[in-house]
């Protein structure tokens, strides 16, 4: 086990088949998502079947990383454990241009900035060797 | 086919809340108060010939079969149901079907929450451990969620409010008014958690936010506790001591389960859920008497007030300021207390709305007894708004 690994102690991903590509595209710095013919938009997150049935194509697609805030809290007391010292963060939804929303967290910005509509764009944040979670920032 | 007046419910038991309990199991729990809410229908254990429960800690699988073998019963119909807050409500709903369906005649329905004080070197429920202390590792939560701290109800509840009041006018104010009117109901009710501690508005807003905008006073608080119903079919009904409550109308609406992926996270699937209960039921929202509407948050009751369809979407904040909220007021709503004041006790949090409706149309709820009340709406919600299970109760069938 690396030093980094022993050091972050927050929940990690383990991704599946189905989920690799996602995880694997943030390693490389791209958001990589399922494409919906059927829907016409991203779909998040990756799944076995297409939400919008059984006559839909998914295809792995890079989207653009920008999008607006749909919604946001700043959590003023942890919500688990593992965040007893992180202070105020965000947790937020983020409505990507190609459709998708996404849980995530606000980063490089004073939590009290956020505001919903606000343009962000992703931030892909390398937390252990293995995994790259997506982030993102004040566009 | 309609369920409109097949079943009624005939007996009611429900704990005390308490902070905590030692060395209890739920299983325990659940037997209790289940034999308490079959003696309150004048019935015997063997009478029952039905169960409905949820899983609890001693059984996250099996849970039926658990429950009928520690009160030594023979179930025609035996039934978990997971649907988080709804629990209770969708019990009732499921009771009602199967006993419809001509299955079974006598149905226990049981709900019950253990909660043991832990130190703070005490081992802790890991982020990725669900309910009933069951891994869920590898599920859409642990992946895409729980990385970035959206663990727990809090948040999400957080994000509906901050988005609600995005698109809509409502003030900090008229959410703490709901908290304040379900805290003098609860200072009527000698078994709710925050009996005898009456607050007010800037009681409210002056608590810490835990998550924007959510006060810690628009926030339940974890109790242990137990609740139970005995649901039976409208002919045996009328044998039994206790006046029947008539299930008059029910419906069930679910579409997700993380609020990111909720088609809207302002307009929730009570709308549907409420629609079919009162088209089954053939009752106005007007001649509804009593409201016992779940309220895990501030915010919940708000959006259910709109969705429900007792105020148009947006008008839920004017409709707090305009209604008097208490169980003497004009809009009596969760006259118990609502779990804000009476108390979580985890799924029987859920079905204490349920309780409380029934007790209420049976006229049993004392000095908190809402004055002529035939028609009561109970809504249970799941998850972040997720379940919704309204029922629609009467005196009549």
Known sequence: MTQEQTVYNRPLPAPGPVTQPFWDGLHEGKLVLQWSAKGQ???????SVSPYGPNDALTWRECSGRGTVYSFTVARRPTAPQWADAGDYV???????????????????????????????????????????LFFEPA | MSLKGKAAIVGVAEFKPSRYTQGATTLGMLAEVGMQAVADAGLELRDIDGLVTEAFAEAPMFAPATMVEYLGIDAKFAEVVDHGGATGAAMVLRAAMAISAGLCDRVLCVTAARREQRSNSGPRRSANTGWAGRRSDRTPYSEFEEPYGAIGANFGYALIAQRYMHEFALKPEQLARIAVAQRYNACHNPDAMFYGQPITIDDVLNSPVVVDPLHLLEI????????????????????????????LGAGEHTTHRSITYAPDLVRSPIKAAADAAFAMAGVRREDIDIASIYDCYTITVLVSL???????KGAGGAFVDEHNLQFDGDFPLNPHGGQLSFGQAGIAGGMSHVTEAARQLMGRCGERQVKNADFAFVNGNGGIMSEQVSLIFGRDA
């Open chain 1, 41 to 47: 938009r991203a779909i998040y997150y990756p799944r």
């Open chain 2, 220 to 247: 339940v608080m974890p109790v242990a506790g137990a609740a139970a119903v005995v649901v039976t079919s409208a002919e045996t009904a009328r044998k039994l001591p206790q006046p029947p409550v008539y299930i």
């Open chain 2, 306 to 312: 709109e969705d429900a369809g007792f105020a148009p």
């Open chain 1, 91 to 133: 947790i937020a939804i983020v409505e990507i241009e190609e459709g998708a929303r996404i849980t995530t967290n606000i980063v490089n910005c004073p939590p009290d900035a956020v505001r919903i509509g606000m343009p962000v764009r992703a931030v892909f944040s390398a937390v252990t060797t293995e995994t790259t979670l």
